[in-house]
């Protein structure tokens, strides 16, 4: 790079300025597209089933454990690549990857050649997460990474609105294959804008100046850590652990409903897709973005005076959630379940921005995709592998007594998790408190 290219990083990262905010805005726009690619599955999941004879079982694994499996172990190969080389780089072959995998659905002609592109959409969309929060955290100073992060955390409800949205319309007019194609080529054109606009930024550019001693388990190799020194610091970390737990908890439910919302409101509720194109896209893309944000916007205002709120956050909005989930899962009509919709959908994202921000707020610089990416494999794990896998399974357990309503009684039986979640959540800033005050008795000990 030249001196005249460092120095325009150094000023857009250090003031957090035009520029900043541009690469903020193309990198969500590349985390969109993930989830929209990732999503578009579960959206035209009724139109697959009918052509392809796929069972809920086959539909929870495809989007559940298969996907996971792929995307959360490479995960960790592309995190420590991205910590050693050009993240703009990684980042940009990982959209190209993803997008033509998502073509390749559209292409698929059965059941063994769609679990074949899943499992490749999964390959590529590791390489999406874990740099973007890296490059984010060095683009922004820690007062207003909660902030910055909450608005790229908008990817997931964006991606999810949109998907629905374009995705229903556009099997509705022509077939399901028509929307993994048109949207595959769209994220093919978004990596090669990644590439030509976004500038790797310095490494710990808006961090203070770290010394010695914030470095642990492991010695800097050209200003990176070895895989194996991150992850024992990670597993060694309880607050960090406990942290995934929670989240990979939170995802079992989130994951698990989301997969198969759209299936159930359409077989058990009696929607069509040109409804499920208004007005579920419109829940998802307002609900789900404001509780990011707004989760987002809390951390950055309460956890200065305490880091418990970046448990307490989730676990309230947790709480909230369960009953409009039950009220959702039990409503007679589409249009009663859509109003319930309402709390779980802005309630249930309260967890991302707050543990994004936690986990690379307790973490050096040149540690911080490792550690996202050790965080996403462990929660992503437990939720995005288990969950849907969970429900489409209980759905075909409970279709054999129950053959109007699997769905619903799948549904029913996720609500014991959302208390497992709340849970975890509690002990996490109990331990954050607790945290808190040890390193409070220690400040005085420092001042010389």
Same mark, same amino acid.
Request: proline share 5%.
């Given at each position: 790079?030249?001196?005249?290219?460092?120095d325009?990083?150094?000023?857009?990262?250090?003031?957090?300025?035009?520029?900043?905010?541009?690469?903020?805005?193309?990198?969500c =726009?590349?985390?969109?597209?993930n989830?929209?690619?990732?999503? @578009?599955?579960?959206?035209?999941?009724?139109p697959?089933?009918d052509e392809?004879?796929?069972?809920?079982?086959?539909?929870?694994? *495809? !989007?559940g454990?298969?996907f996971?499996?792929?995307?959360?172990t490479?995960?960790i190969?592309?995190?420590?690549l991205a #910590?050693?080389?050009?993240?703009?780089?990684?980042?940009?072959? +990982?959209c190209?990857?993803?997008?033509?995998a998502?073509? +390749?659905?559209?292409l698929?002609?059965?059941?063994?050649? @769609?679990?074949?592109?899943?499992?490749?959409v999964?390959?590529?969309e590791?390489? &999406?997460?874990?740099?973007?929060?890296?490059?984010?955290s #060095?683009? =922004?100073a820690?007062d207003r990474?909660?902030r910055?992060l909450?608005?790229?955390?908008?990817?997931?409800p964006? &991606?999810?609105a949109?998907?629905? /949205?374009?995705g229903a319309?556009?099997?509705?007019r022509y077939?399901?294959r028509?929307?993994?194609?048109?949207l595959?080529?769209?994220?093919?054109?978004?990596? /090669? @804008?990644?590439?030509?606009?976004?500038r790797?930024?310095?490494?710990?550019?808006?961090?203070p100046?770290e010394?010695?001693s914030?470095?642990?388990?492991?010695?800097?190799e050209?200003?990176?850590?070895?895989?194996?020194?991150?992850?024992? +610091?990670?597993?060694?970390?309880?607050? *960090?652990?406990l +942290?995934? $737990?929670a989240?990979?908890? %939170?995802?079992?439910?989130t994951? !698990?409903?989301l997969?198969?919302t759209?299936l159930?409101?359409?077989?058990?509720?009696?929607? %069509?897709?040109?409804?499920i194109?208004?007005?579920?896209a419109?829940l998802? &893309?307002?609900?789900?973005?404001a509780?990011i944000y707004?989760s987002?916007?809390?951390?950055?205002?309460?956890?200065?005076?305490?880091?418990?709120?970046?448990?307490?956050i989730p676990?309230?909005?947790?709480?909230?959630?369960?009953?409009?989930?039950?009220?959702?899962?039990?409503?007679?009509t589409?249009?009663v379940?859509?109003?319930?919709?309402?709390g779980?959908?802005?309630l249930?994202?309260f967890y991302?921005?707050?543990?994004?921000?936690?986990?690379?707020?307790?973490?050096?610089?040149?540690?911080?995709?490792l550690?996202?990416?050790?965080s $996403?494999?462990?929660?992503?794990?437990?939720?995005? &592998?288990?969950?849907?896998?969970?429900?489409?399974?209980?759905?075909?357990?409970?279709?054999? /007594?129950?053959?109007d309503?699997p769905?619903? *009684?799948? =549904?029913?039986?996720?609500?014991? =998790?959302?208390?497992?979640?709340?849970?975890?959540?509690?002990?996490?800033?109990?331990? @954050?408190?607790?945290?808190?005050r040890?390193?409070?008795?220690?400040?005085?000990?420092?001042? %010389?």
């Amino acid at each position: 790079m030249t001196s005249h290219g460092a120095d325009h990083q150094a000023g857009g990262t250090a003031a957090g300025g035009r520029y900043a905010w541009i690469v903020l805005s193309i990198l969500c =726009f590349v985390y969109v597209l993930n989830f929209l690619d990732r999503q @578009l599955l579960s959206i035209l999941a009724k139109p697959i089933q009918d052509e392809l004879g796929v069972s809920d079982s086959q539909l929870g694994r *495809l !989007g559940g454990l298969y996907f996971a499996l792929f995307y959360c172990t490479i995960s960790i190969p592309v995190a420590w690549l991205a #910590d050693r080389t050009n993240r703009v780089r990684v980042l940009s072959i +990982a959209c190209a990857l993803w997008s033509a995998a998502t073509i +390749a659905c559209g292409l698929s002609n059965s059941y063994t050649q @769609l679990v074949v592109a899943r499992m490749a959409v999964g390959i590529g969309e590791a390489g &999406g997460v874990p740099p973007s929060y890296s490059i984010i955290s #060095d683009y =922004f100073a820690r007062d207003r990474r909660g902030r910055a992060l909450g608005i790229f955390n908008l990817g997931p409800p964006i &991606g999810q609105a949109l998907g629905v /949205a374009f995705g229903a319309t556009i099997a509705a007019r022509y077939d399901w294959r028509a929307a993994f194609v048109a949207l595959g080529v769209v994220g093919v054109i978004a990596a /090669a @804008l990644v590439l030509a606009i976004v500038r790797e930024p310095k490494r710990g550019a808006t961090d203070p100046v770290e010394t010695a001693s914030t470095i642990e388990n492991g010695a800097m190799e050209n200003g990176t850590i070895g895989f194996g020194p991150a992850a024992k +610091a990670f597993v060694a970390n309880p607050v *960090l652990m406990l +942290a995934a $737990l929670a989240a990979g908890a %939170t995802q079992f439910v989130t994951y !698990g409903s989301l997969n198969f919302t759209t299936l159930f409101l359409m077989r058990e509720k009696g929607m %069509t897709l040109a409804e499920i194109a208004v007005w579920y896209a419109l829940l998802l &893309g307002i609900g789900v973005s404001a509780g990011i944000y707004f989760s987002g916007w809390l951390v950055d205002r309460l956890t200065g005076k305490s880091r418990s709120a970046y448990a307490l956050i989730p676990a309230v909005g947790l709480a909230l959630a369960v009953p409009p989930f039950i009220g959702f899962v039990h409503a007679p009509t589409w249009s009663v379940a859509m109003l319930f919709l309402i709390g779980p959908t802005l309630l249930n994202y309260f967890y991302l921005s707050p543990m994004v921000a936690l986990v690379q707020n307790s973490v050096a610089a040149h540690q911080r995709t490792l550690s996202g990416a050790i965080s $996403l494999l462990i929660a992503n794990l437990i939720g995005l &592998g288990l969950g849907p896998t969970y429900v489409g399974a209980a759905s075909d357990w409970f279709r054999v /007594a129950h053959p109007d309503s699997p769905l619903q *009684l799948a =549904f029913y039986s996720l609500v014991p =998790f959302y208390f497992v979640a709340i849970v975890l959540f509690l002990m996490l800033a109990r331990m @954050l408190r607790r945290e808190d005050r040890r390193l409070q008795r220690q400040e005085p000990r420092s001042v %010389t």
